[in-house]
């Protein structure tokens, strides 16, 4: 199913059931007391979060729904059924929220339950109005509608890992060898840009597509990129040793990053020197040693082309991402 990660559905919890004139009917009298029921409480609307990224596609063709009504009174005293609610599953991750009211919700965990609108409250019953004074009352009040309106959905994934870097830094192919053993690997088009997700071991990585120079200012994926990269845990930011100079790629993209803001900035970076099969193992050395220098981080070399460096990168990063 295509993925999507950003959708505007309508919802409308249930209107109250209403309250019924009921009489208790006797041998000696044919009406009796005043007995009608109280009537049901609508159905709500419940956000539920799971743990399925493609989850936001199914509302893609039914877009506007609506919860049961609560069922009207009945007689002796006999309170009318509530309405179903309508459960609607978003992924872990999703921020929510109401444009009419500001109402904002973050879905971080699967399970996790949002009752956005409430179903309205049932009517009462004639029997409610019954007094020392008003023995036979004929009122009765009609069920309360139900809140709804407009729901903004956005996913921001969550991920143990997110690969960044520029297009040509070799992050798909990379993931593909990290992640094809649990055999998990999956494309997700998004509304305008394709990120790959990935099981490492019960990690999950994320390939983010490449960006390019002014990304923080909406130029190319831009703020559909940064956003991803903002819910990620760890930051692996790839360079392919093929770049004539490793360290303006290097540059472009934390400019990027910094420029964005929201934590990016602060967020954990593992450099990665990618493609160590393209170039010699003493220009791969030269090039790893200029972006040590220049991050003052240890730089890891992987080779999807290389198994014995593939499986040594493979090792540390199982480890770093163990650690947390």
């Known amino acids: ?11 409308s919890a249930g209107k109250g059931g209403d309250g019924v004139v009921r ?45 049961e009504d609560g069922g009207a009174g009945k007689n002796e005293l006999k309170h009318g059924a509530d309405g179903d609610p309508v459960i609607l599953n978003v992924p872990v991750g999703t921020f929510v929220r109401v444009p009419e009211t500001g109402t904002e919700h973050e879905i971080t965990r699967e399970g996790q ?68 053993a649990k055999s998990k690997i999956g494309a997700y088009p998004f509304t305008t840009l394709e990120p790959f997700l990935g099981d490492f071991y019960g ?12 990304a923080s200012l909406g130029r190319g994926l831009g703020i559909k990129f940064l956003k991803h990269v903002e819910r990620t845990g760890i930051l692996l930011h790839l360079i392919s040793a093929a ?26 970076e593992i450099v990665v020197l990618s493609k160590t099969d393209l170039v010699s193992a003493e220009e791969c050395q030269i090039k790893a ?8 981080r240890e730089v890891l070399a992987v080779s999807v082309k290389d198994d014995d460096v593939l499986k040594r990168f493979s090792d540390k990063l199982s480890t770093v991402l163990k650690k947390g």
């Open 289 to 296: 040693q200029l972006l040590a220098s220049e991050t003052d």
């Open 203 to 214: 990690h999950i990585l994320a390939d983010i597509p490449g960006l390019i120079e002014g």
């Open 23 to 67: 009489w208790l009917r006797t041998k000696e009298t044919a009406r009796g007391g005043p007995s009608g029921g109280d009537g049901g409480r609508g159905g709500n609307i419940v956000l539920v979060g799971v743990r399925d990224l493609s989850a936001l596609a199914h509302y893609r063709y039914e877009k506007k729904f609506r919860a």
């Open 113 to 180: 339950k949002v009752v956005l609108f409430k179903g309205g409250a049932g009517g009462k019953g004639n029997a409610r109005f019954k007094s020392s004074t008003h023995q036979n009352p004929f009122e009765r009040t009609e069920g309360k509608p139900g809140k709804g309106g407009d729901i903004e959905l956005t996913l921001k994934i969550i991920a143990d890992a997110g690969l960044i870097g520029l297009p040509n830094a070799g992050k798909s192919s990379l993931l593909n060898a990290l992640t094809r």
């Open 1 to 11: 199913m295509a993925f999507v990660d950003e959708m505007t559905i309508h919802a």
């Open 243 to 268: 770049q004539e100079d490793p360290l303006a790629a290097y540059r472009e993209v934390r400019k990027e990053l910094d420029a964005f803001g929201h934590g990016l900035e602060k967020k954990r």
